[in-house]
């Protein structure tokens, strides 16, 4: 965990997560900024967009991509649309824990709700559980909480292991995730630049929309590489107001601050249209 996460904020500020406390969201706004700070849920991305634009929270924890899933490809378009910069990031290691009221047995359980991530990245415990119907739903430690609230027997939520211990649950199965090394990267945005000095800068997010034509975007990657810029994340989404055009997202990572600032202003000149979406450390670096 990076230095500038580790420093506990002297003042208090108001964080805008995707789901409620318990919620996987909640847990990296705390391991990034403390337990002190005020947390405003929000059941939906575009809900903690318009939170931020708002001015109702003064940054936002964004779930972006998970090693087994992918890219949670609207919320490219999300930060893009809206002008929001990116400011850091997290990656959470992903245990998800089958929770249900006390006295329960697995046998009894008939339906199980949570996120549609979280059902996906457990598919193959529930094949083993035929008779559960697997049910989506806007969050997983909200489903825990509504099972407390409700007295729900015979549901069961897909959740953090800290939801049961907020919301009184007893866990049935402990990490059901299918593949064990599970991990989620988050993103940390508001809607002003970067916060970290230049010398703590070593990766970049960047947007840009290429002509189209034969080798334009290998121009680019040979500028990336010439420029020692190391390629960690490329997604294309389209253009939605220009058929068959595409706009590419691409996270960069380098050594020296130089290089990618001689990189930066040589991809301005060659994309048709070109934005920084942010610049930060790097989380994964060692």
């Not at 964004?62 to 890219?71: T, V």
């Not at 549901?155 to 649950?169: C, M, S």
């Not at 040979?222 to 294309?236: E, G, Y």
Request: hydrophobic share 45%; with cysteine; charged share 20%.
């Amino acid at each position: 965990m990076r230095d500038f996460f580790l420093i506990k904020m002297k003042e208090k500020m108001k964080i805008a997560i995707q789901g409620i406390k318990g919620s996987n969201h909640h847990q990296v706004a705390i391991d990034c900024y403390g337990a002190n700070q005020e947390m405003l849920p929000c059941m939906s991305f575009p809900a903690l967009v318009q939170a931020l634009i708002e001015g109702r929270a003064d940054k936002g924890i964004m779930a972006i991509e998970n090693s087994i899933a992918g890219s949670i490809i609207p919320n490219y378009a999300l930060v893009y649309d809206h002008h929001l910069n990116i400011i850091g990031e997290y990656y959470l290691n992903i245990h998800h824990h089958l929770m249900a009221l006390e006295g329960q047995e697995l046998t009894d359980i008939k339906a199980v709700h949570s996120h549609p991530m979280a059902l996906l990245q457990c598919h193959e415990f529930f094949k083993k559980h035929p008779h559960i119907q697997l049910v989506e739903d806007v969050d997983t430690a909200e489903t825990a909480q509504r099972i407390q609230s409700g007295q729900l027997k015979g549901i069961a939520a897909i959740a953090p292991k800290v939801a049961a211990g907020l919301y009184g649950l007893e866990v049935l199965a402990s990490d059901i995730q299918t593949i064990k090394n599970n991990a989620t990267r988050f993103i940390i945005v508001k809607t002003t630049s970067k916060e970290l000095p230049q010398e703590q800068i070593n990766k970049a997010s960047l947007r840009f929309v290429l002509d189209h034509k034969r080798g334009s975007l290998a121009a680019v990657l040979n500028v990336m590489s010439d420029c020692h810029l190391n390629l960690t994340k490329i997604q294309s989404l389209p253009v939605i107001d220009v058929p068959w055009k595409y706009a590419f997202f691409v996270d960069v990572t380098f050594d020296h601050y130089e290089d990618y600032t001689k990189a930066r202003a040589i991809l301005e000149i060659m994309a048709t249209e070109f934005r920084v979406l942010g610049e930060y450390n790097n989380a994964r670096e060692l």
